[in-house]
């Protein structure tokens, strides 16, 4: 790759803290260089998830240290742009091509490398800001309702899934895909939520502040969790994320599910994280396994699945993703735009938990 690309912006943390106090703007990071089974792309849009937020607060270290590497880092999780250039033993794609990908880290910064398996060309019909809104929330659903609760094209048909904080951006994707697949699907959301998560498509549509869930579902098939057991993240309290949610929640929301029928509950806010920061690496994997291990057979004497579900980046299920957005089956779902330069205020934004969808930071100009 050529030298001339020199410096870039990008968006750093050298410590962990509030936004205002640990989100540097630097104009000279060095551009990084594509290992050989890597692609490098010069970044159109990325996107904010919550677990940025929290990680730049230091949820997650003792893990995230690990995969990322020590401070100081570049955040982000998604990225949409144009390929740059490409390692030595990249075959599938070329400078040029329109891609999109949920990189482990690296993301709030004008160029980006990731791995060509993890990436996919970018669906035809959206923006680069659309785009960015999708990989992670995407990837993050196809891990729990296809690799874990074993949901696809072919058995959703009639299905009754729950899905609660429809939506946000992992749950305003999970009800369109589950809808693509011709799943009967309810969200549950906010008051101000609703009418966004019915124009999402979902067959029903409960409002919390209103209505109490249990007494209205029963006999379900999967439930997709996406808020978790409040104590478990004493770390997120006071955030927005889950701001309002009984401590109980997960059993209520078990509560809806069939018994003996292989219902399915998944969920991807485990305690592990905050067990590790508690507990150190090893102590804080073994007590979460511990954990997983007792409710599970919790849900094994009722005769369903219980799964904790996390995160994985995968190149083909996206080209999958970008066939549902080119034939209009799921659309993006952006609440707010903003520049590199408002990073603070879009991390800030995001921490109020009241986003519809994604956050997006334009990064080109475009």
């Keep these: 790759m050529s030298s001339a690309i020199g410096a870039?912006?990008?968006?750093k943390i050298e410590r962990y803290g509030s936004a205002e106090d640990v989100l540097v703007l630097s104009r000279d990071t060095p551009v990084p260089q594509p290992a050989d089974d890597e692609i490098l792309v010069k970044v159109k849009a990325t996107a904010i998830n919550p677990v940025d937020c929290v990680a730049r607060e230091g949820y997650g270290r003792n893990i995230f240290s690990t995969l990322w590497g020590d401070l100081p880092l570049i955040l982000g999780r998604d990225i949409s742009g144009v390929v740059a250039a490409t390692g030595r033993n990249v075959t599938e794609f070329s400078p040029g091509d329109e891609v999109y990908a949920a990189p482990p880290i690296g993301c709030y910064a004008e160029y980006a490398t990731v791995k060509a398996e993890h990436a996919a060309l970018k669906p035809r019909n959206v923006s680069h800001q659309e785009a960015a809104s999708l990989p992670f929330v995407a990837l993050t659903t196809w891990v729990a309702l296809v690799d874990k609760a074993d949901l696809n094209a072919d058995n959703c048909a009639g299905r009754k899934?729950?899905?609660?904080r429809a939506a946000g951006g992992v749950g305003s994707f999970a009800v369109q895909l589950m809808k693509s697949w011709g799943a009967y699907v309810t969200g549950i959301c906010s008051s101000r939520n609703v009418e966004l998560v019915k124009r999402l498509g979902a067959d029903e549509v409960i409002d919390y502040s209103k209505q109490d869930f249990t007494e209205l579902l029963s006999d379900y098939?999967?439930?997709?969790d996406t808020i978790g057991k409040p104590s478990d993240f004493e770390t997120m309290r006071g955030k927005g994320y889950i701001e309002g949610v009984e401590d109980d929640f997960d059993e209520k929301l078990l509560s809806v599910l069939k018994k003996h029928a292989g219902a399915v509950y998944v969920t991807i806010c485990s305690p592990k994280m905050t067990l590790t920061d508690q507990y150190g690496l090893d102590e804080g994997v073994?007590?979460?396994?511990?954990?997983?291990?007792?409710r599970a057979e919790v849900q094994r004497r009722y005769g369903r699945c219980y799964f904790w579900s996390f995160f994985?980046?995968?190149g083909q299920a996206l080209e999958a993703i970008t066939s549902l957005v080119e034939a209009n089956k799921i659309r993006p779902v952006v609440d707010r735009v903003y520049?590199?330069?408002e990073m603070v205020a879009a991390h800030k934004y995001c921490e109020t938990g009241q986003a519809q969808g994604k956050i997006v930071i334009n990064i080109s100009g475009d």
Aim: aromatic share 8%; proline share 7%; hydrophobic share 50%.
């Design 161 to 164: 899934i729950v899905i609660p």
């Design 221 to 224: 098939d999967a439930a997709f």
């Design 8 to 11: 870039m912006r990008a968006v």
């Design 339 to 341: 520049s590199l330069e």
């Design 286 to 294: 073994r007590l979460a396994e511990e954990i997983f291990q007792k």
């Design 312 to 314: 994985n980046p995968n």
